[in-house]
């Protein structure tokens, strides 16, 4: 029986050793299948006409013809939706619809004073002009339809009158005729209702869509276009096509989603049919086509990352990377030689490598803590140089940040060369100055690459050093190394919670990160592969 | 060809020099051997020298913090109100925070990061152990904002409408991401510790009739116990010093849960105090030294806690070379 148990107990152990590796490995899975995937679509999607229009405007890409075409082509299927929302805009709008009569009549009578008619005839005109206007304004204003039919009914009494031909009062009679044909299927008493359900509704057609072509276009560059990508453009259209509420069906009872169409909004009118024509024929409003937008990787962005790529988040990480690889490199290299080369036992090199342990144990907040103090108060203004977060900066931060993996990977390196190396080069008479740079380099200068690459990948990712020693979330492309500059891990962040607008556009937020994330594993791949290949070397010798 | 060039240089040209050197070779000789080994000691020692700038600037910029409000106050009041007109600095609930999630978050990840290593060394074969391998490193070199991007956008509103929490982001959110962030680092210290101890002791415990369940339960983890302490300190050093995870997912509210085993209440650390805080300082003033207060203790933390890993790695590097 303890036998059995005994057993079962090593089954169990030695299962859930596996579960924690298969675990593992589901963790990495699951953060990055999100990632990369979302991030992915960032470069290719399903692009509609207003992403090209889009790509014209801000990066001057693309073929202007065939856009133009385009574009001629989809406004003839968008142009129905316009004039519908225009006229029915006017028709519930009756506070313009009397003004606009008053109007219409004030000319009428300048007009009159103009033709020098006898008094009493002008007299007369002008009241039965007056007259029509009152009725009319009563038919705007009032909610009863057979009020409004009796007025509408009396003022196109006179439509025939010949005193009216060909003078501006006969717009009256056409707006007169327009309204009573409209307002057909309009509930009058709900026109506050529709007025505000109709605002909501060309909203969400602009962001569909674009502005309307007869509006002004708008300041702000994320509103000048409609949905530029077709996954977006289905969002919009739902939130279109459904209204959605949050409503308690009982006290205490948590908040319930209830989605109505919005089209019920609607009934009757010639707004209620809006709703399937768009829905039917989205596709040839924004002509969606497959995109491949690799310039997403060069791009710079409007305010907000709502446009555009990771261009000079790109640009930046790299510069950063470059200049603390600047200083990374000889000191790393060379402490690694002399902890490899030195005997150690020695109390300096004790000392030596308790500070790279502890350097490597800092954690980076505090790093830049150190920048900010050191560098970016103390060290470039004792140089003269400007006392402000910038690239120089963030790259000495970084540099002492990443110093002991270098230090670490490139000692190992020293130390894995072959001792009969060294004893070969130094038996035929040459100097340990010559050995090292001759022999002992050359054959840890694999492994040395791989403490690049991974210096790479640390310094790439890393953010909280240069929060305050040189990164920024947006601004323009940095001129020398004293400009601070965007990156791409400052940028995830900011992208991630900093920025509201950019919750706007997923795509772009994973497409940050994705592009990060590719960048450290490729580095990280590219070690792994490598330093698998010097330990088969080493294996075969 | 460089054969050639060596044999060039070390043959003399002329016959007739003598192979004594003369008393200024000799010296010329001692000079760059000493230089050359001296400047590259001067390299080397940059390290020592960072470590000691850092030490040396955060508490210069710190010090007068505690010498202004005292020391008291920081350590034992919750109130954290930098900008308020009578400034409260209590950072009882930030550095309690910082505590929280870490020890929350060793919670989750050493069990499975002990498992994990006794996986790699002591049961399956090299082979896939090489693939698995890659996956840890894989996973340790994700960049932390990566993972803050994750906790944020995914795992928040998971948490958020799966449990029907009020606050996706929270002390749970962030324990769980530095769980997986400190995995990497206990795993890999752990496994070689575990490998470290030598096959006599897993023999000898085999021939006596254990299961391999009681071998390493029994024999081979007390054995490396003192690599697995490092390896948890280790892990604890970058759960304890990780900033963007917890800035971001943590919730950043200046409290302590109460009660206090409720991980799903948001709470704030002092790596994301520093981080959000800095922004909103000007240079010299309270807020500024307070956050960099807040720094001199992160330092003191994990320069104590690299002390301890370190006395543990020695010990196992004795225990090992002992066999």
Redesign the interface.
Known sequence: MRFII??I??K???A??????V???A??AV?LT??LWKGFSAVVFTGTIEFRKMQLDLFNRGDIDELNKENARSQLYRKKIYDTIDRFKQNIDAETLCDKAAQICRTFGKELQRKNMPGAEYQQLRSLSREIRDKLQIAFNSSNKKIVDENIKDVLKYKTDIRFKDTSAAELFAIAENFAADIKNIDLAKRQEYAYALKEFENITVKLLGYNPSTPVPALKMNRYGATRLNIAKKILNQLLLLEKWEQTSPGKPMVKISTPRARLFAGTEIEPLFDYIRDNIDEMLIPKRTFYWQYLIDSSTPGHYFGGVGPEILGTLLLTLASMVFIF??GI??A???AECPSDNF?IK??R??????A??????????G???FV??LVPLFGGPSKPCILTAALTLA?LT??VM?RASEEAIRSVPQSYKEASLG???G???TFI?VILPAALPGILTGIILSI?RV?????PI??TGAIAFGPMPKNAFDPTCTL??G??DI??GDRLASLV?HN??GM?AT??TL??CL??AA?IMR?KISRKLKGQ | M?YNK?QMN?EPKTDNRSLALTALEDFKGFAF?HL?RFS??A??????L??L??FF??I??GLPFFKNFGITEFFTSKQWYPEAGEPKFGALSIIVGSLYVTIAALILSV??AI??A???SE?VSHKIR?L?K??????A??????????A???LAPFLQTEFGLSTGTNALNASIILA?MA?PTIISVAEDSITAIGRDLREASYGLGA????T??FVVIPAAHSGIIAAIV?GM?RA?????VVW?ASGNANQIPSPWWDLTQSVRTM?AT??GD??ETS?GSPHYQS??AI?II??AM??L??IV??YFLASAGKNSRKK
Request: glycine letters at 6%.
């Open positions: 005994r057993h107990t090593d169990i152990f030695t859930l050793t596996v579960l924690s590796v675990v593992l490995v963790i990495l953060i999100p990632i000889p000191i060379i402490s030689a002399y902890l300096i000392i030596i308790m500070a790279i342990n502890t350097l144990g800092v954690p980076s907040i505090v790093f830049g803590l150190f900010l103090a050191f108060l103390y002492a110093l002991p230090i035929l008479g040459a340990k100055l010559r001759c990948s790439a990712g890393e953010t909280a929060l305050f891990s400052y995830s962040y991630a919670v997923p937020q994973y990160v990060l994330i450290v594993f990280n791949i792994i698998a | 460089e060596a070390t051997y050359g590259l000691f390299v080397s020692f940059s390290t020592v960072i470590v700038l850092i600037f955060v210069q910029q069990p499975m498992l994990t006794v996986f790699l049961i090489n698995v890659p996956v840890i490193e894989l996973l070199a994700i960049p932390s904002v990566a993972y803050g991007f994750f944020v956008l995914v997986i995995l299961t391999r369940f009681e390493i339960f280790l050093m304890i010093g990780e900033t963007m971001m790596t520093i981080a800095m922004g240079k956050l960099f720094g992160l330092l994990t320069f806690l690299n890993s370190e």
